[in-house]
């Protein structure tokens, strides 16, 4: 390897080239606005926006998050308004960044999904859909279609069929055999998955003996499910020959390195947005440094070594 | 402009049964607008919590760069705050949300604070500031007893203070609706922080001044990303519009938003 090489960091992903591996996760950046505050949104590899659904949606009564070890429940019911809204405002105030746009969608019928997914698609600022079948926090949809393979991979193949962009599918890790269901979405077209969304979890409030939250479950996130994540990415990665988004609890550049280790191409990082606004910009200022300490001069190098073959460099 | 900032702590002591004054020095402060604002506080760098504690600022002296905060211990997070000594620094993201509008309030004029609990900390920087305009200031402040109560004389250096304690244990026993009820208190504009039932029992018995209210809510991010912290509009009670309480509050004119 040429010492004077210089670090590229560099991902080209389905609909999503991106000048360094790192974004923020949907649901936890809104749509770039209260961020942009902070730091120029240049900077980032690509922006999730939040869920986008065929109505507005008020979501769940409040309380909506609980901290736990480590980590936070959240059941915010994929508050949001509405695709038009989106399409008219959050997506063209967007357009003063260069950004590649991931666009989240979610419904609970398979024509609200479809009509989402059209709509979404056609939006030059969109470089591609990531299909929301895995928010645990709604009764009515997204999970149910995230837990039956056949269920998913039909949702995903009717989505692929309206859509004009590349379409990832996020995966729950909500159920017993997550390989099953990468391969089944994988069959039925979908161009990369995201991977993991949050794990269904409770807590108790001592004082009132009652769920803290008003949804009584929600999703945990945060460096607790860390472990999780990346025993998921690490099965699936090997499974599948699509990209894998990883995310799951990363807090700082070697997380992210380990993700991209166990098999995924490109990383989100969610519920550490909340903890410090400049996460993002920090992982991709300390990005260039730590290859360079691992002797690595893309992040493609990096991408499943702990299972790729060990190619002598 | 709102910023992350490693503070240092200059003072912090107990005022009260498990209530805390924790003062901070740091260039932060010259952001700060309003009273009524909020900052965000990270307890510890490690993962056992991991998200920041939005606390409100009981007082602000910018010649200092220092601000004041106060809060009650209630769980893990924030007794480790109540550990933290002098020189410690502590991650503050602010200056946050909107506070309480001055100008609702004009010179002469007479204000009416009204606070509960740990809610009383912000009304003492909103008095100071009332003041210095030339707004003549009285204080309804309720506690659920005398243990933790805090700030008393302070309130009384500014304008005259009535108390109330759900016990009777300090001031007159009864809320402190009970209060400007009995005293017949009567003034221009009133501003108000404390739980949600004092909020919605001053909302139906002040229905013909100006009232402002700060709310409380569960947050996450503080800067109106993450959606836990919105409530309903009055408008709209039941529909999809919304104000997030960190970001468009936390203090709002009475009729705007639904109180949960």
């Known amino acids: 390897m040429n010492e004077t090489t210089e670090v590229s960091l560099k991902v080209d992903l389905p609909g ?13 950046f809104a749509f770039g606005q209260e961020y942009a505050d902070f730091y120029d949104l240049n900077q980032l590899g690509a922006i999730a926006i939040k869920a986008a659904t065929r109505e507005p949606r008020f979501g769940n009564p409040t309380p909506r998050v609980a901290e736990t070890r480590a980590g936070m429940l959240n059941a915010i019911g994929l508050q949001n308004p509405g695709v038009d809204h989106i399409m008219a405002h959050e997506l063209r105030w967007l357009e003063r960044y260069e950004t590649p746009i991931l666009a989240n969608i979610a419904g609970s019928t398979i024509e609200d999904y479809l009509y989402v997914a059209e709509k979404l698609s056609q ?3 969109v470089g591609a859909l990531e299909l929301n079948i895995s928010c645990p926090n709604v009764k009515e949809g997204g999970i149910a279609f995230g837990t039956v393979p056949d269920v998913a991979a039909s949702l995903t193949e009717k989505v692929k069929a309206v859509s004009e ?3 990832y599918v996020k995966l729950s890790p909500n159920i017993a055999d997550i390989v099953t269901m990468a391969k089944a979405v994988e069959q039925a077209g979908a161009d990369g998955l995201s991977m993991i969304n949050t794990l269904l979890g409770m807590r108790m409030d001592i004082k009132t003996m009652k769920p803290i939250l008003a949804n009584k479950m929600g999703g945990l996130s945060g460096p607790a499910i860390k472990p999780v994540a990346i025993r998921m990415i690490y099965q699936v990665s090997q499974a599948v020959s699509i990209p894998i988004i990883g995310m799951g609890g990363i807090q700082s550049v070697d997380d992210c390195l380990e993700f991209l280790m166990a098999g995924a191409s490109a990383v989100a990082i969610g519920t550490a947005n909340f903890v410090d606004p400049f996460i993002c910009p920090k992982i991709i200022a300390d990005l260039p440094q730590r290859l360079e300490a691992l002797k690595l001069s893309t992040i493609e190098d990096l991408v499943g070594r702990s299972w790729k073959t060990c190619v002598t460099v | 402009m709102k910023q992350v900032e490693k503070m ?4 912090h002591r107990c005022i009260a049964e498990n209530i805390y004054e924790l003062t901070l020095q740091g260039e932060l402060v010259q952001s700060i607008e309003e009273p009524g604002q909020f900052v965000h506080l990270r307890v510890d760098n490690g993962y056992e919590t991991l998200i920041r504690r939005p606390i409100s600022l009981a007082n602000v002296n910018k010649k200092a760069k220092e601000c004041t905060l106060i809060y009650r ?14 020189g410690d620094r502590v ?8 506070g309480f509008p001055l ?3 004009s010179s002469g004029g007479r204000a009416l604070l009204v606070g509960g609990g740990v809610g009383v900390p912000p009304l003492y920087y909103l008095s100071k500031a009332l003041k210095q305009r030339g707004i003549q200031v009285t204080h309804v402040l309720g506690f659920a007893s005398s243990a933790v109560a805090f700030y008393e004389e302070e309130f009384r250096a500014l304008g005259p203070t009535y108390l109330a304690s759900v016990d009777g244990s300090i001031g007159s026993q009864g809320f402190v609706t009970d209060v400007i009820r009995k005293e017949n208190l009567a003034a221009d504009v009133i501003y108000a922080c404390g739980p949600t039932p004092m909020l919605k029992a001053l909302e139906v018995s002040c229905p013909d001044q100006p009232l402002y209210l700060s709310l409380e809510e569960r947050m996450a991010c503080g800067i109106g990303a993450c959606m836990a912290c919105v409530c309903h509009t009055q408008t709209d009670p039941e529909g999809s519009s919304y104000k997030k309480i960190c970001k468009d509050g936390p ?10």
């Open chain 1, 16 to 28: 999503l080239p991106m000048k360094n591996p790192i974004m923020p996760a949907s649901g936890c």
């Open chain 1, 123 to 125: 939006d030059a600022r």
């Open chain 1, 165 to 167: 962009k590349p379409v």
């Open chain 2, 8 to 11: 240092t702590i200059i003072k």
């Open chain 2, 73 to 86: 211990v209630e769980g893990e997070g924030t007794t480790r705050l109540s550990l933290k000594c002098v």
């Open chain 2, 91 to 98: 991650d503050v993201l602010g200056p946050l949300g909107h």
């Open chain 2, 103 to 105: 100008a609702a309030a």
């Open chain 2, 251 to 260: 203090v709002f004119k009475a009729g705007e938003v639904v109180l949960g």
